[in-house]
Structures are given as structure tokens and as C-alpha cells.
């Protein structure tokens, strides 16, 4: 499996990572190697075999549905890079950068 | 004797007697700290001022005869690991000006007895890596021999109990990342069972895989720090309800007759150092003598665990990492637009190896490969687990190196991902099967840089595999 540089920024593109051309041209290489090595599962037969997504075999861990207080509000909210009062403040979700807050 | 070369045992019964107090303690590691950081690099934060303010807190507590175990004993911990109102940056520069409101679980309990943080120590950036090169505040060196590496990803965290900086240390392991380090710079780690110790307050990097666990200079420290640690967790969903052991009573006692599977695999790997494989016989033999029996078994799923771990890791991780997007904490690029928020901030927050592990796992995610490599990969992970799980019932431990080679020259595996992931080989599989490994340093070679031995052993051994340790001899 070998990713062409357009394939690299696409996938940097969902996720959401921005590349140097010089960082496109290395990942287009070691992930193609990455890829092709872990092609060696391909040497085993899987079929009929679970797949394991976890194992401690807990299941349905649950708590008590109740509301709780956030101890450190204003911590929190000291860490946030932009705030407005009590609230984050982001670039608008769905508006051109004009709209920007 | 310097009270910080102490052994948390030793530091205990001094503190205990009063010969000396937790000031002392905490002055001796810091000045270390000083003198050797500037050189080794394996601290980004030193909390020199409330390290000295929480050791005379602790010195009260001797004084109203209120002390528990870890009482004033100066630690460190991995800066992946939340400290509250302790900068934790894990090693990245998209949480370089973070500071949690919060210690995770590990970090209460251990604090809440009165023991002193000392610092954050320096790790590949949110765990990626094995070399500990992978920080954005530069790499960590092994306190054995400048030129070569700590190991990684914890590199730091060794490389502070190696050197004397603090009397133990916590950190964590997702794929070897306490073992390998420890191993390099000639420490005791272990990574417990996973669900044995909370995550709670860990910055996930692959939440199926990751384990807290301490790094100590003996394997009695170990058992006292992991009775201090282990247990259930209600923040932790994935923690399991199984009563916490007192691993030091466990320790003592023979192990005649206990079974120690070799598997083959391990020593026949191609680019296994001779030096690391002699010293490995050496113990076996040493073990043997003891009384234990000697089994050869065979793991044949080992050659496919790197593979197996680089396919659900960067998936894992590509998911997880969704939340460091420069949004609600750390450092956000000021842009124009949401996307460019997110893309830049990532850009310039992340070091080129965590940006490669989300977009391989992002592609074998996305639509079309999801069953090639994910589900491939989970189920060559059940393959793995019934691997050790058939070798487990003819075995009690297993005893294999921790890693191929000691301790490698800086920036010699720097440009070739696969043969760094491959320093990885000998502990992945444990970490995909979810069952405990401790490495517990078995000599050096001739050049003088450390071996560690593995001992693996069913999920929840630790006092087990601890007891086994402890018969290693170290010189």
C-alpha cells in the first residue's frame, strides 16, 4: 500500500491537521511503510476469530444518574484560551471569517 | 550515603526515626534535581517551592504521629499525568501552558498520604515513542552514558529514579512505555494489569492499552507504591472490583517449584543483542537454582504484536487526540475560522510522530479500510491474548528480556519509525493481552549499560510477578 501525497492530505484533512509540504512528502513515505508492515496480519487466518475491543470482560458499568456540581468551575474556566464572562469564546461554527465574533 | 539515593524503604524507616526529616529528603532530590537536570533533561516542571512547603506539611504529620507509607517521600511524575495546579503539559506545545484543577486518581491517593511531588518528568510527547525523542521539550538522556537514550516513552521518569532525583516515580504504559525505559537506565517498572489502576486523570493515548504504574529502585518499593495505588476507581469505569493484595507480604517466601515459561520467540528474534540474551540466562539459571522449574513454551502471535499494536494504537489515538483541538485548554491559534483553529493549532502543537500515529489511524479507520486493518488488527489481538492464555495454564511467569537491546545512541532509530516501533517487540504483547509485566534490571554489559528482564504473568499476578522479581539478582 503505498499513499500518494494527495492521499496524505486528505487524510490530514479529516484530520484536521495542517502539513508542511516537506511534512506531506515524509508521511507519504512512512505511513506507506507503516501500512505495508502491518500487512503482515494479513499472514494469519482470522476467520471466525472475535475481534477483542476490550479485556477485562466488565460489562454495563454503570452509576446512578445524578447530577453533580463541577467542583472547579473557575479553574476550568481559567484554562480556556478565549472566554467571554462565563462562556469559550470560538470563531462562528457556520459563518465566513467575517462573522467571526 | 545522600538521603535521595535512598530506597523508598529506607527513606521510610529514616523518616520514621526521625534521623532525618521530609525537608532533608526533599532538599537532597532537588538539589540533584540542580545539579543534574541541566544535563539529563528528565524534568519539564520542578515544584521546588511547594515540594518544600508539602515536606514540612509532611514533617507535621510525623510529628502528630499521623504518617502513612509514602508520608513526606519525594516522587515525581510523567507530565502526562494530571497534577493539580502543577503545569502538565504532556510534553507537547498544545498543553504547554495547561494546568489541570485536578490530580488523577493515583496522584490523590498518594498525595492524600502526605508524600511530596517533586516534579513532572519529560516523556515522548503523550506517550509516542520509545526513545523519549519524541518530546517537544527536547529529549531525555540515559544518566548511565550521556550519548544514549533514556528509552521511552517514560524516559524521563527513569531517568529520574536512575539518577537519584526523587525516590520513585509514576508514570505510564501503553505499549512498554514504563518497562523499555526502565530496562535502558537500570530501574524497576512495572505496568499492572490493565483495569488494575485507575486512568482517571491520564491523558489518554490508547484508552484499550493504557496502564499507570510506578518506577522504583527496588521491587520492595514497587510493592509498597502499587498497595498505595491499585484498586478500584468510580471515575474509572474500567477498573475491576478484585480486592488490592498486600504485595510486600507477598514478596517473601521461596519459588520452589514455581513454573517460569521461556518462550522461544523472545530469544530467537532476529537482532536480539548476545550480551542481553547471556544476562537473560544467567537468571534463568539463577531461578532454576532457586528451585523454580523451567519450562520452554511457545508464543507463536508474538511476530505479529508490533504489527497488531500499530494498527489499533494509532486508531485509538486518532479518536482520542479529537479533544486537543486548542478549543477549551491549551494553546489555540488565533485564525479566522474553526478549521484553521483546529488544523493549526494541531499543526504547531504536536511533534511530527503523534501527527503520523492520527492520520494512520484515521485512515485505517475511514470507510472502506475499517475491516482490513481495525477489525483485522482486534482480531489478531484475541489471537494474542489466547496465546498467553494457553501458555498460562502451563506456566505460572513468564521470563523473557524486556527489550532486544540496551539502550540505543540518540537519534540513531530517529528517522525510521518501524525500527523504532520495533524496540517495542517484547513488551506490546503484553499490553495487547491486558496481563501484567514488571522489568526489574539484571546487570549491565560490558560497556556498562543496563539489561532489564521481563517477568510476565496472568491478568492480576502482580504480587506474583513482583515475588518472582525480586529473586533476580542484580549484579
Known amino acids: ?101 | 550515603m545522600l538521603l535521595n539515593e535512598l530506597t523508598l524503604k529506607e527513606a521510610q524507616a529514616g523518616l520514621r526515626e526521625k534521623k532525618f526529616t521530609s525537608v532533608d529528603l526533599t532538599q537532597a532530590c532537588l538539589h540533584r534535581i540542580k545539579e543534574r537536570n541541566p544535563q539529563l533533561n528528565a524534568f519539564i516542571t520542578v515544584c521546588e517551592k511547594t515540594a518544600l512547603e508539602e515536606a514540612k506539611k509532611a514533617d507535621e504529620l510525623f510529628a502528630k504521629n499521623e504518617a502513612q507509607p509514602l508520608t513526606g517521600i519525594p516522587f515525581s511524575v510523567k507530565d502526562a499525568i494530571c497534577t493539580a495546579g502543577v503545569l502538565s503539559t504532556g510534553a507537547a506545545k498544545i498543553l504547554e501552558n495547561y494546568t489541570p484543577p485536578f490530580d488523577a486518581t493515583v496522584i490523590k491517593k498518594i498525595r492524600s498520604q502526605g508524600a511530596v511531588l517533586i516534579g513532572k518528568n519529560n516523556c515522548d510527547a503523550f506517550g509516542h515513542g520509545a526513545s523519549n525523542e519524541n518530546s517537544m521539550f527536547g529529549p531525555v538522556k540515559n544518566p548511565v552514558n550521556l550519548d544514549k537514550v533514556a528509552g521511552g516513552s517514560s524516559g524521563g521518569s527513569a531517568a529520574a529514579v536512575a539518577d537519584n532525583m526523587c525516590i520513585f516515580a509514576i508514570a505510564e504504559d501503553t505499549g512498554g512505555s514504563i518497562r523499555q525505559p526502565a530496562s535502558f537506565c537500570g530501574v524497576v517498572g512495572l505496568r499492572p494489569s490493565y483495569g488494575r489502576n485507575s486512568r482517571f486523570g491520564i491523558m489518554p493515548m490508547a484508552s484499550s492499552f493504557d496502564t499507570v504504574g510506578p518506577m522504583t529502585k527496588t521491587v520492595e518499593d514497587m510493592s509498597i507504591v502499587m498497595k498505595a495505588i491499585a484498586g478500584q476507581d468510580p471515575l474509572d469505569a474500567t477498573t475491576v472490583p478484585d480486592s488490592v493484595s498486600d504485595y510486600t507480604g507477598e514478596l517473601s517466601g521461596d519459588i520452589k517449584g514455581l513454573r517460569v515459561g521461556i518462550p522461544k520467540e523472545y530469544f530467537d528474534t532476529a537482532g536480539i543483542d548476545e550480551e542481553v540474551r547471556m544476562l537473560c540466562e544467567k537468571q534463568i539459571k539463577e531461578l532454576e537454582n532457586q528451585g523454580a522449574k523451567i519450562v520452554d513454551v511457545s508464543l507463536p502471535m508474538t511476530k505479529y504484536a508490533v504489527a497488531t499494536y500499530y494498527v489499533l494504537v494509532p486508531s485509538e489515538v486518532s479518536s482520542n487526540f479529537g479533544r486537543l483541538d486548542g478549543v477549551r485548554y491549551g494553546v489555540r491559534s488565533p485564525e479566522d475560522n474553526l478549521f484553521d483553529v483546529y488544523a493549526k493549532s494541531r499543526e504547531i502543537g504536536f511533534p511530527e510522530e503523534v501527527k503520523r500515529r492520527i492520520l494512520i489511524g484515521t485512515y485505517a479507520l475511514s470507510a472502506g479500510y475499517y475491516d482490513a486493518y481495525y477489525k483485522k488488527a482486534q482480531q489478531v489481538r484475541t489471537l494474542i491474548r489466547r496465546d498467553f492464555d494457553r501458555v498460562f495454564s502451563e506456566v505460572d511467569v513468564l521470563l523473557t528480556p524486556t527489550s532486544p537491546f540496551p539502550a540505543f545512541g540518540l537519534g540513531e532509530k530517529a528517522s525510521d519509525p518501524i525500527a523504532l516501533y520495533l524496540a517495542d517487540i517484547f513488551v506490546s504483547p503484553a499490553s495487547s493481552a491486558g496481563i501484567p509485566g514488571i522489568s526489574v534490571p539484571s546487570g549491565v554489559t560490558k560497556a556498562g549499560l543496563p539489561v532489564g528482564v521481563q517477568i510476565m504473568g496472568p491478568r492480576l499476578s502482580e504480587g506474583l510477578i513482583m515475588k518472582v522479581a525480586n529473586k533476580i539478582i542484580k549484579k
Not at chain 1, 26 to 53: C, G
Open chain 1, 1 to 101: 500500500m503505498s499513499l500518494t501525497i494527495e492521499d496524505v492530505r486528505k487524510i490530514a484533512q479529516l484530520a484536521r491537521i495542517k502539513l508542511t509540504p516537506e511534512e506531506e512528502k515524509r508521511h507519504a513515505v512512512t505511513i506507506s511503510s507503516v501500512l505495508e508492515f502491518v500487512k503482515t496480519l494479513n499472514e494469519i487466518d482470522t476467520a471466525d476469530v472475535e475481534p477483542t475491543a476490550q479485556v477485562t470482560g466488565l460489562e454495563d458499568v454503570v452509576r446512578e444518574d445524578l447530577a453533580r456540581d463541577c467542583e472547579y468551575k473557575k479553574e476550568l474556566l481559567s484554562q480556556m484560551p478565549v472566554v467571554s464572562g462565563d462562556l469559550l469564546k470560538v470563531p462562528a461554527v457556520f459563518s465566513d471569517s467575517e462573522d467571526v465574533i
